[in-house]
């Protein structure tokens, strides 16, 4: 995992299978004050500022496949230390953000 962009507000993404719009986040990435990290399966969410729940093509599939990665338990954990949650799309819908 490595995060783009050297900025104090730390934004991680979880890459989804069937991921959707993903180019929106390029807006994010150019702001100075953010560093952001798509994080791909098989590690954990990292402890960052936002969590940002990508759209999906797919929303059952990947809510399926979010939680076989463990996703679900450090989404929980990071909301517990404060930190912020945002669904796009069809993430709000499917996970409830």
Do not use: Y
């Not at 150019?30 to 729940?53: K, N, R, T, W, Y």
């Amino acid at each position: 995992m490595g995060w783009q962009g050297s900025g104090a507000l730390r934004i991680a993404v979880p890459m989804m299978p069937m991921i959707a719009n993903f180019d929106d986040l390029d807006a994010l990435r150019a702001e100075p004050d953010v560093s952001m990290a798509f994080i791909p399966p098989g590690q954990a969410l990292p402890i960052c500022d936002l969590v940002i729940l990508p759209g999906s093509k797919a929303t059952m599939g990947d809510l399926a496949f979010f939680i076989a990665q463990g996703w679900d338990v450090d989404l929980k954990a990071h909301f517990r230390r404060g930190g912020h949650i945002l669904g796009l799309c069809g993430a709000t819908r499917c996970w409830g953000a």
